[in-house]
């Protein structure tokens, strides 16, 4: 059997220190071998002399003076060995511990359940002048916080056992976190006070990298694409006939994937470049970015962005004679609302509102001599889940127009039957899908300390081409060159 023996002494009058001794022996159990644990701690109102043994040597005249402070695991014992031989031994509660007389000089001390009881010893040397001992026995915690160490190593949690109670403080990430903390001390028999608080959501924040472009389907369906991913796995991807089968194997790491129907919702893993994706495809004309905003919001909270404008239009009130116009104003272009939420495992839960809106005057109307245009939308609604740094598209917000261009020719094409030889008719189908491809990050606001300096903030000019190629100048500073 191996244990571990820790004493606090503390001095009256004096510093308090601590004193550690090791406490190695051997006990064989049914023929098996168990390690157990022994952690006691002993509270002197003056000066003991601790020594290595097979025991925890104690003193009687420290304990005739002040009882002793003992702390003890259950079904854990400690040996005491006393510099005096004993006469007998007496403990308050038997239910809680009990004391054996093992050597006239050692005590076997057997902690049985929780509780708090006094151990009186009395010696042959002076009898009638007894030691005591306060001893609480409390459950044995130091499994169960390593293993909530483990599970919830960024957390920052306090447990602290008091008397027959447990308390669990500070901040966690969140109230599933510290409901499944407190859980895993139900068994131990102390009464859990769970002051676990989630952190503010201030605390943490979500950064969304947006670009929206809108796609030529007739110049993508010309001309094609090849997506490229330079690495050995495949992402997954969520959705249906948006990537065609990997052409071909692996070779070098590196699969080619046919880029065809945009449509539905697609992830992308951190290194698989969605902004080289983007760039291939305005290089073929066959994208057009239409916004691309940075949009920082707090955890749980709504956030907006407009790229676009105001149209104005009137708005009849009243009856009657008493009928009056007002001018109200209506947004249209490039909307995004979304409310990010940080769960469990720093994964982030977004909820998105994109639109694109745009005027259309052929569906307007007249009013008193004036064109009031109408609004073309396309919108859409959905959640997803991702991790910090990944790409996710959601597309599918087509858009359709036929134009017919007539090229007649003037005073024949009018002729009956016989005009239609002197007129050509040609009919421009342009079909355009709308694409919104985000990155989502998770980040913290810093000090100004450090944020890395601005150029010229640390008052050095940059003269010539020097600055232009990366290249600090051997130039004086801004207040030596004003003498």
Not at 138 to 165: C, M, N, Q, Y
Not at 185 to 194: A, R, S
Request: proline share 6%; hydrophobic share 45%; glycine share 8%.
């Amino acid at each position: 059997m191996r244990g571990r023996l820790t004493c606090h002494v503390s001095l009256e009058g004096m510093t308090d220190r601590w004193i550690a001794r090791s406490l190695r022996s051997s006990r064989a159990l049914h023929g098996l071998m168990c390690g157990v644990l022994v952690s006691a701690s002993l509270l002197f109102g003056q000066a003991s002399a601790l020594a290595q043994g097979p025991g925890l040597r104690v003193r009687f005249a420290d304990i005739r003076q002040q009882a002793a402070q003992m702390l003890l695991y259950t079904n854990r014992s400690v040996l005491l060995q006393f510099d005096e031989t004993l006469q007998r031994v007496a403990i308050s509660e038997p239910k809680i511990a009990e004391a054996v007389i093992v050597t006239p000089t050692q005590v076997l001390v057997n902690a049985k359940s929780l509780g708090h009881c006094t151990l009186i010893v009395w010696s042959n040397v002076d009898p009638d002048r007894p030691g005591f001992f306060q001893v609480t026995v409390g459950a044995d915690l130091e499994p169960l916080i390593r293993r909530v160490r483990a599970l919830f190593p960024s957390e920052k949690i306090t447990i602290e056992p008091v008397e027959d109670r447990l308390i669990l403080s500070g901040t966690v990430s969140s109230e599933k976190v510290a409901e499944r903390v407190a859980q895993l001390f139900e068994g131990t028999g102390l009464k859990v006070v769970n002051l676990l608080a989630p952190a503010p959501a201030s605390t943490k924040q979500v950064l969304l990298q947006v670009r929206v472009a809108e796609v030529n389907r007739r110049a993508l369906q010309e001309l094609g694409a090849n997506y490229t991913i330079a690495q050995q796995a495949v992402p997954a991807f969520i959705g249906t006939n948006m990537f065609h089968t990997p052409l071909g194997s692996l070779v070098g790491g590196v699969a080619n994937m046919t880029f065809s129907d945009m449509v539905n919702l697609a992830l992308f893993q951190r290194s698989s470049g969605a902004g080289a994706f983007i760039r291939a495809l305005q290089s073929r004309n066959a994208i057009r970015t239409l916004a691309e905003p940075n949009i920082i919001a707090l955890n749980g909270q709504k956030a907006s962005f407009l790229a676009g404008g105001e149209f104005p239009y009137p708005v009849v009130q009243g009856t009657g004679s008493n009928i009056a116009i007002t001018i109200q104003f209506r947004e249209f272009g490039v909307r995004l609302n979304f409310t990010p939420t940080i769960v469990e495992g720093d994964r982030i839960r977004l909820e998105l509102e994109p639109e694109v809106s745009a005027l259309d005057f052929t569906s307007g109307v007249t009013i008193a001599g004036t064109r009031i245009p109408g609004l073309v939308n396309r919108k859409a609604k959905t959640t997803v889940e991702l991790e910090d740094g990944q790409s996710f598209a959601l597309a599918g917000l087509l858009s359709n127009e036929v134009t017919r261009i007539a090229s007649p020719i003037p005073g024949l094409s009018f002729l009956p039957v016989l005009g239609y030889l002197f007129r050509s008719q040609r009919y421009v189908n342009n079909e355009t899908e709308l694409v919104f491809i985000c990155t989502a990050h998770i980040v913290k606001p810093v000090s100004p300390e450090q944020l890395p300096p601005l150029p010229g903030q640390n008052g050095w000019e940059l003269q010539g081409l020097e600055g232009f190629f990366g290249h600090r100048p051997p130039a004086v500073r801004k207040e030596e060159k004003n003498k």
